[in-house]
């Protein structure tokens, strides 16, 4: 048989109450519905750029085509996997990992988002803690990277909780003005003296490794 041409819809991170599949279609077409119902009150903006601003008809469009350009792009030096997050079978958010020429840097980044229903219930530490167990225990990362708003307390949090280093991040600029950031830093000897007493299991990762950029031997 041939392989699998996109081995990424084989690839699957479970944690006690969370699955985490890369993003497809019809994964997304629900992530745009969590979006437009809501994932902050409309007075704050925890994101730059502010894309939960546009009007829901238009927050949709955008953010389907966002996935479907990341997908467009991903190759072996640059490469995003924008997980989605389902809680008994249903999307509630997106974890995203990602780096450029990961299998040298050994570095990787990571964004979130969870829909307003499901939050203060722990899934955003849990689906964060898994992309971290991902990135150390199963591709070899040395470092992941993380920046948040500085007036965002619930991502600074989680950050915390997970054994992050922080540290003042460059300003930016969030509906017309200037705010500020903070950046986020964790090394797997210190992710050791911060993570869950819980593991994830992951499925369906060998197959990916060249997408990845990386080998048997590189993980």
Not at 23 to 35: K, Q, R, S, T, Y
Not at 46 to 59: G, H, I, Q, R, S
Not at 128 to 147: I, K, Q, W, Y
Request: with cysteine; aromatic share 8%.
């Amino acid at each position: 048989m041939n392989a699998d041409p996109w081995p990424l819809r084989g690839l699957v991170v479970r944690t006690p109450r969370l699955e985490l599949r890369p993003e497809d279609d019809p994964g997304i077409f629900e992530l745009a519905e969590v979006a437009a119902r809501g994932v902050h009150p409309p007075e704050v903006m925890p994101f730059v750029p502010e894309w939960t601003d546009a009007p829901p008809e238009k927050l949709r469009t955008n953010l389907l085509q966002f996935y479907w350009r990341s997908r467009a792009s991903f190759t072996p030096e640059k490469w995003t996997l924008h997980f989605l997050v389902r809680l008994d079978g249903r999307v509630i958010g997106t974890q995203a990992i990602g780096g450029e020429h990961f299998a040298i840097t050994r570095e990787l980044g990571t964004g979130s988002w969870i829909g307003m229903d499901h939050q203060r219930n722990g899934y955003g530490t849990e689906m964060r803690a898994a992309a971290l167990m991902f990135a150390f225990d199963h591709l070899g990362a040395e470092r992941v990277n993380s920046t948040a708003m500085a007036d965002n307390p619930k991502s600074r949090a989680v950050s915390r909780k997970l054994g992050y280093t922080e540290e003042t991040g460059p300003r930016a600029v969030r509906r017309g003005r200037s705010t500020e950031t903070v950046r986020f830093a964790l090394d797997a000897d210190r992710f050791a003296r911060h993570r869950p007493d819980w593991d994830v299991t992951v499925t369906g990762l060998p197959a990916c490794l060249g997408l990845l950029g990386l080998t048997d031997k590189a993980v």
